[in-house]
């Protein structure tokens, strides 16, 4: 009788946890090859935020996208598609990052001009973390946009020695 009820549960359990995998790849179904380091390091928490755009029809338009696995952008059900009506001057990603400090959560939030959704390597310097200034430089699939900030410089040197 024991092992009925072990067997149940273990049963049970996995249903629950395979359900909610299954959740997530409905939640977000479509993504995109997106590399994100803050402060010359990989986040190790998931990042959040939407990106706002123009479409075809000069309606503004807002998509909300999660960062939890390194290396890619999931997008809520349906918004991917919405990406196709956006207008080619670009889009402006949110991003809303929390980080721990010894024992509290510093919230951070970046607003990054897209030149277009694709494959990016998005490197991100807080050069002050009480004002919440930053600079970010970015690789977007061939186009380089550079920061002549210091700080930037700086972590781009920081980069170099790890490899």
Do not use: W
């Not at 928490?45 to 960062?67: A, C, E, H, M, V």
């Not at 890619?72 to 991003?95: P, T, V, W």
């Not at 310097?125 to 700080?151: E, F, P, Q």
């Amino acid at each position: 009788m024991k092992k009925i009820y072990l067997l149940v549960c273990i049963c049970f359990l996995s249903y629950n946890s395979f359900s909610q995998s299954s959740y997530k790849l409905i939640d977000y179904e479509r993504h995109i090859d997106f590399l994100i380091f803050i402060d010359a390091r990989i986040p190790n928490n998931s990042l959040n935020g939407y990106l706002d755009f123009i479409d075809t029809n000069q309606q503004k338009q807002s998509i909300r996208f999660n960062y939890g696995q390194t290396g890619c952008i999931y997008f809520e059900e349906g918004g991917f598609e919405k990406l196709s009506s956006a207008n080619k001057d670009g889009m402006i990603m949110h991003l809303e990052y929390s980080r721990r400090f010894r024992k509290d959560y510093q919230d951070f939030r970046y607003e990054i001009r897209l030149p277009k959704l694709a494959s990016t390597i998005l490197m991100i310097v807080n050069i002050n973390k009480k004002k919440g200034t930053y600079a970010y430089d970015m690789d977007c699939d061939g186009i380089l946009i550079r920061s002549d900030h210091k700080a930037m410089k700086k972590n781009s040197k920081l980069r170099e020695r790890d490899y």
